[in-house]
């Protein structure tokens, strides 16, 4: 039932600026109740946490994008986005959206590719 689909990824030039839609459904309590998030995961790597959403509209930022991305909500359209600016070389990974917490139950999409060339 739970439903994530991830776009507006794509290559970019160091400096560059993105960004990423989330479609997503079929969530616990509904989309409008949920905590959000957007992930990442760079080849070899752990996956990691990038950006919160509450759903107030609180965000938080892992250090290495504070100011250079933006996580919003659109409870309307049920949707997420992460405006990313600024994009570094380092940012390269595919990045996923889903609920804050996860849980291991939890559903994953199939992401979407960024890539930053220096």
């Known amino acids: 039932q739970v439903q994530l689909v991830e776009s507006g990824g794509g290559l970019v030039r160091a400096g560059g600026s993105l960004r990423l839609s989330c479609a997503a459904s079929?969530?616990?309590?509904?989309?409008?109740?949920?905590?959000l998030g957007w992930y990442r995961q760079a080849p070899g790597k752990q996956r990691e946490l990038v950006a919160t959403?509450?759903?107030?509209?609180?965000?938080n930022y892992a250090d290495t994008v504070q100011g250079r991305f933006t996580i919003s909500r659109d409870n309307v359209k049920k949707t997420i986005h992460l405006q990313m600016s600024s994009l570094k070389p380092e940012d390269t990974a595919v990045y996923y959206c889903?609920?804050?917490?996860?849980?291991?139950?939890?559903?994953w999409g199939q992401g979407t590719q960024v890539t930053v060339s220096s």
């Open positions: 079929g969530l616990t309590f509904g989309f409008n109740m949920n905590a």
């Open positions: 889903n609920t804050f917490p996860i849980l291991p139950t939890n559903y």
């Open positions: 959403i509450s759903t107030d509209d609180r965000t």
